[in-house]
């Protein structure tokens, strides 16, 4: 497998991990009532919906790995533009979930644009409201594991490369064309002529599976789209 590869799927296994592990804490702290049939059924959608968004923010370090001058083991340029684009979804979705958290326990229910803008036409009528002890421990939570997660990444790069890989091109070419459609497919998230929606965790009729199946990225876009 060629170390660019084997480098981005580790990095999408490290966030899907790590979105996995909120989720379950979710489930655990919003366990749905009464319980769906089944939880398994109701991890995967979540995992559908997280992997969507890892392969969205994946999408670009992929296609960038292509060209030689942004190989992500051969050019300084490439290592930093993965590491970067990386960092900036660690932190993005590290920063997502403290807000995430705050609204669950306030509302039962994902963050989503309506919490933003509450906190804006909020900070708008108090100039202290963004620095009150919550938002600010959230905000420096945040960016320690960030930070953590930039330390890893480039760990992981590391450990792969020093690695010896082949360089055989078709195979090369095979594992670059495999990745490129897992991406792709988990974008559109299912399998026929009906994409992964929204709508697809309400069929539980529960709310609070609802909220479990869902990640805060998917409660974003919607409430941008509508």
């Given at each position: 497998?060629p ?8 990095t999408?296994l490290?966030m ?19 319980a769906?049939?089944s939880?398994?059924?109701l991890?995967?959608?979540?995992f559908?919906?997280d992997l969507?968004?890892v392969?969205l923010f ?6 960038a790995?292509?060209?030689g001058?942004?190989h ?5 340029a490439g290592?930093?533009?993965g590491?970067?684009?990386f960092t900036?979804?660690?932190s993005?979705l590290?920063?997502?979930y403290?807000f ?7 509302y ?7 919490t ?10 108090d100039k202290k409201?963004?620095t009150?002890?919550p938002w600010?421990?959230i905000?420096?939570?945040?960016g320690v594991?960030?930070?953590l997660?930039?330390?890893?990444h480039?760990?992981l790069h ?5 690695k010896?890989?082949?360089?055989n091109?078709t195979?090369r ?5 495999l ?7 988990a974008?559109?998230?299912?399998i ?5 929606a929204?709508?697809?965790a309400k069929q539980w009729?529960?709310e609070?599976a ?7 990225f ?6 941008i789209r509508y």
């Open positions: 497998m170390k660019s590869i084997a480098w981005i799927l580790a999408m490290v899907l991990l790590l979105m996995m592990a909120y989720r379950l804490f979710v489930l655990a702290l919003f366990a749905p009532e009464p769906p049939a939880v398994g059924q991890l995967w959608l979540g559908k919906f969507r968004y392969s994946t999408l670009p370090v992929l296609l790995s292509f060209s001058a942004l992500l083991f051969k050019s300084s290592k930093k533009f590491i970067i684009v900036i979804f660690s993005l590290l920063l997502l403290g995430d958290v705050a609204n669950l326990i306030a039962n229910q994902h963050a989503s644009g309506s933003f803008h509450e906190l804006i036409r909020q900070q708008a009528a409201l963004m009150d002890a600010v421990i905000i420096l939570l945040a594991g960030a930070w997660l930039y330390l890893l480039r760990l590391h450990a792969i490369g020093v010896k890989s082949s360089d091109k195979m070419m095979f594992w670059q064309g990745t490129l459609l897992i991406c792709v497919a974008l559109y998230g299912n026929g002529t009906k994409p992964l929204y709508n697809d009729k529960n609070q609802a909220t479990v199946a869902l990640n805060v998917e409660c974003m876009a919607h409430s």
